[in-house]
Structure formats: C-alpha cells, structure tokens
Nanobody, 123 residues
Framework: QVQLVESGGGLVQAGGSLRLSCAASGRTFSSYTMGWFRQTPGKERDFVAAICWANGITYYSDSVKGRFTIFRDNAKNTVYLQMNSLNPEDTAVYYC????????????????WGQGTQVTVSS
C-alpha cells in the first residue's frame, strides 16, 4: 500500500512558477512509476507527466512539454513537478499517482492517488 500526499499548490500569476511535491509512504518508492495528472470541473482527468521507475525516463503531455519538469528523489520518497511559464489554462486540481513498475500514461493504469492540490493561474 502506498499513500501519497501532495503539496505546493496555490495561486500564481500568468508567467509564474510553482513546484508541486508528492510525498509517498513505503519503503519501495523506487519501484514505482510516478505520474502527475490534472482535472478541471466537468472534465476528465488528464495526463500531465510521468517518470519511470527503473530508468527515470520522463513523459509529458504536449500541452506542458518544455514548461513542466517531473523529477524524483528516491531517498526522500518524493516526486516533484516543476511548473514554469504557467498560464490560466494550467488551472486545475493536480493529482499525484503511483503504479508499480511499468511506465504508463493512462490514469486507469495507476493504483494509488493523492488527494489533489489546487493550482490557480490568474491572467
């Protein structure tokens, strides 16, 4: 069982930056592929980024590529999402998710979820 707790959300002006953190419980964090997803009211939860468990390969949605960076610190059981050049379209609740091993980008393939953290970008 893995428990995930996100932090770092908030209100930021367009063009600004935020860094989200997701702290995971458990002793096998390095065996988990970690992902970030986001959701706005009335819409599906969308993939944002993932970092694979074994080789650290990263994947991004087209909408955030070049602006967001996902990285992990296995010693701290934490995955981060550095978000730069934010725009109002990035406003959403951001969720951290985990799945054992194999790297995936579909939310249905993730077994563990955090409670979400709100990111609001003002214009």
């Amino acid at each position: 069982q893995v428990q995930l707790v996100e932090s770092g959300g908030g209100l930021v002006q367009a063009g600004g930056s935020l860094r989200l953190s997701c702290a995971a419980s458990g002793r096998t964090f390095s065996s988990y592929t970690m992902g970030w997803f986001r959701q706005t009211p009335g819409k599906e939860r969308d993939f944002v980024a993932a970092i694979c468990w074994a080789n650290g390969i990263t994947y991004y949605s087209d909408s955030v590529k070049g602006r967001f960076t996902i990285f992990r610190d296995n010693a701290k059981n934490t995955v981060y999402l550095q978000m730069n050049s934010l725009n109002p379209e990035d406003t959403a609740v951001y969720y951290c998710a985990a799945r054992l091993r194999n790297c995936r980008q579909n939310q249905n393939d993730y077994n563990y979820w955090g409670q979400g953290t709100q990111v609001t970008v003002s214009s």
